[in-house]
């Protein structure tokens, strides 16, 4: 079974005279250890895409299915659970608690999806992580005393630390320079080789796209490329 199937998926916005059609009828499927990118102008429906994918919007038409079970009949509790658990999320914007050092920031995260586990494992867990993101000697440092680079880096490594099965980056590299921006892809790739995580992260540059194991090009809210890669 694929992690992802999508079947016609259609996202209407608005009502009466001032709707926009987002996505209208996108099939995908996605395996397990994908490192898929979604490529496409700004206005083709790639945050459309993924926030339908993470379970954050339903679609107005077809179905999406995580592991076999289709969100638009899940309950409000299930789909929060699956968004705490099972997906990881990372922001164009990081998105990280600014009162909070980097470890805290990825602590917070673990502690919030419940997996858990002793004290000891779970500080074992965060350092571990933070280690393999390289940022072993900056886990103190509150997101202000960080880079782009780095807060992004953070924003990695909270999204790995309760381990999902999926993780969904929304223009992970809109913020950051080409330099920092390989830095952040080459992270995520051998964060994708040695967990075998999923990721689905999409992007406007086309310098992003020499990452994409698999090339998902999107138009007018339709995927109007999909192409593997070696
Ligand atoms: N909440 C919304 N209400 C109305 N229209 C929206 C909303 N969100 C996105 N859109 C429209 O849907 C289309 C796709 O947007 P989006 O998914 O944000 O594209 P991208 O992320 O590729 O820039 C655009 O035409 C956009 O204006
Ligand atoms: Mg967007």
Redesign the pocket.
């Known amino acids: 079974m694929a992690l992802l199937e999508m079947e016609r998926v259609e ?1 209407i ?2 009502q009466g005279e ?1 709707q ?4 209208r009828g996108v099939d995908l499927e996605i395996e397990e250890g994908e490192f898929a990118t979604v490529f ?12 339908l994918i993470g379970a954050l919007d339903k679609p107005t038409g077809g179905t999406v299915k995580l592991n076999g079970c289709e969100i638009g009949q899940m309950s409000k509790n299930e789909l929060a659970g699956l968004r705490r658990k099972d997906i990881g999320f990372i922001f164009q914007s990081y998105n990280l608690i600014p009162v909070l050092s980097a470890y805290e920031n990825v602590e917070f995260a673990l502690t919030i999806a419940r997996k858990d586990r002793s004290r000891e494992k779970k500080t074992q867990k965060v350092k571990d992580i933070l280690r393999r993101v390289g940022l072993g000697d900056m886990m103190h440092r509150r997101p202000n005393q960080l880079s782009g680079g780095q807060k992004q880096r953070v924003a990695v490594a909270r999204a790995l630390v309760k381990e999902p099965r999926l993780i969904l980056a ?2 992970p590299t809109a913020n950051l320079d080409s330099e920092t921006s390989r830095e952040v892809l080459e992270i995520m790739l051998r964060m994708n080789r040695e967990l075998n995580t999923t990721f689905i992260f ?1 992007t ?1 540059d086309p310098m992003v796209m020499e990452y994409a194991r698999r090339l998902l090009e ?1 138009r007018d ?1 339709m995927i109007s490329r999909d192409e593997r890669r070696s």
Do not use: F, M
């Not at 926009?20 to 996505?23: E, S």
């Not at 496409?40 to 790639?46: D, M, V």
């Open positions: 996202k916005y608005g001032v926009v059609l987002a996505l496409g102008p700004s206005g083709s429906g790639k945050t459309t895409l993924l926030n929304d223009e999409s406007h999107i809210g």
